[in-house]
């Protein structure tokens, strides 16, 4: 299984994910990954994310796609938690398992630093007081570009 | 033409939420007239216009101006801040 995506409002037990990658492949020196987890930050109780059934999933698929035929990666991993979850909870696993680390650590950065701009969620904080939504950050957008123009500049 | 349209995120609670019904008139045929259309009828669609707004047509990100045909059905994404 090349591509694993799941998008789920079920916790992800980031450990668990993280040993169907280890071991697995004789040819893999290499698996990289990035776990995004619940920052306690203001008056923040608790963090809700949203996205598009169907849309967000090819989103996702596509990314890995891109990421497995540039990289030449085994395995692909996002998995994405929705819903309502509370401080310290793991929002997102991104994992790549390639034959040396640095596939595997670019890889990685490409898939969390796209993710952020290219597939449909959205995040709503809740504190004591109310909720509002999270803005949309320039230095997200920037890093997102970062990986465009690299691709850019190789495919030219 | 008639088409549907829904708003995510902080548009839903600006635009209203659940999926609407729109007859559109004969000059309406893409995304940009679109929106002018909608800022006619309720000036808070003009936050629409921002260009970070994003747009999903039948279940797939288009670019904007996306042309609009009978059927479609639109929503009206703020940018994504997933991760």
Redesign the interface.
């Known amino acids: 299984m090349p591509s694993d995506i799941l998008v789920s409002a079920d916790p992800i037990d980031a450990a668990a994910l993280l040993s169907t990658l280890t071991g697995h492949s004789p040819d893999d020196g290499a698996v990289a990954s990035f776990v995004g987890q619940v920052r306690a930050e203001g008056d923040l109780i608790a963090l809700e994310l949203e996205h598009y059934p169907g849309v967000t999933e090819a989103a996702l698929r596509e990314l890995c796609e891109q990421a497995i035929a540039r990289w030449s990666l085994s395995q692909a991993v996002i998995h994405h938690r929705v819903g309502r979850m509370g401080i310290g909870e793991t929002i997102v696993v991104v994992a790549a398992s390639a034959p040396h680390r640095r596939a595997a650590l670019d890889a990685v950065s490409f898939l969390i630093d796209r993710l952020k701009t290219d597939a449909p969620f959205w995040k709503r904080v809740h504190t004591e007081q109310g909720q509002y939504w999270v803005e949309a950050r320039d230095s997200d957008t920037a890093a997102s570009q970062y990986w465009r123009d690299q691709i850019a500049q190789e495919d030219a | 033409m008639q088409i549907r349209i829904r708003y995510?995120?902080?548009l839903r609670?600006r635009l209203g939420e659940g999926e609407t019904a729109h007859d559109l008139p004969a000059d309406v045929t893409d995304s940009e007239a679109l929106i002018a259309h909608l800022t006619r009828r309720d000036a808070a669609a003009a936050a629409l216009a921002a260009p970070?707004i994003?747009l999903?047509v039948n279940?797939?990100?288009v670019t904007r101006p996306s042309a609009l045909e009978h059927g479609d059905r639109l929503?009206f994404?703020?940018?994504?801040?997933?991760?």
């Open positions: 995510m995120a902080s609670d970070e994003r999903i279940d797939r990100i929503a994404c703020p940018p994504f801040t997933g991760g």
